[in-house]
Nanobody, 124 residues
Framework: QVQLVESGGGLVQAGGSLRLSCAAS????????GGWFRQAPGKEREFVAA????????YYADSVKGRFAISKDNAKKTVYLQMNSLKPEDTAVYYC?????????????????WGQGTQVTVSS
């Protein structure tokens, strides 16, 4: 089992920035794809970003491309999500996830482990 713990959420004004962190409990996380998803009230959980286990390749949802950046520090067993130019529509609970699938999966079913989520609220 891999336990994932997110941190870094909070309240920020539109145009501001936040950095989310996701710390894993096991070294095997270093060989997993790291992903971020989000779920707004009344909506389904959606893909935000994913990064390969080496950290060399990332993929983003169109809605965050150019504003968010995902990164991975295998030595620290941590995945980060740097969020810039935040908009009110970015308000959601953000979840970290880990996948043993090949490539950069974007579907919920492709991820084996999930964190408990951290709230991000962007005020206008």
């Amino acid at each position: 089992q891999v336990q994932l713990v997110e941190s870094g959420g909070g309240l920020v004004q539109a145009g501001g920035s936040l950095r989310l962190s996701c710390a894993a409990s096991r070294r095997t996380f270093s060989h997993s794809v790291g992903g971020w998803f989000r779920q707004a009230p009344g909506k389904e959980r959606e893909f935000v970003a994913a990064i390969t286990w080496t950290g060399s390749t990332a993929y983003y949802a169109d809605s965050v491309k150019g504003r968010f950046a995902i990164s991975k520090d295998n030595a620290k067993k941590t995945v980060y999500l740097q969020m810039n130019s935040l908009k009110p529509e970015d308000t959601a609970v953000y979840y970290c996830a880990a996948s043993t699938s090949l490539g950069l999966p974007t579907t919920l079913a492709s991820y084996n482990y999930w964190g408990q989520g951290t709230q991000v609220t962007v005020s206008s």
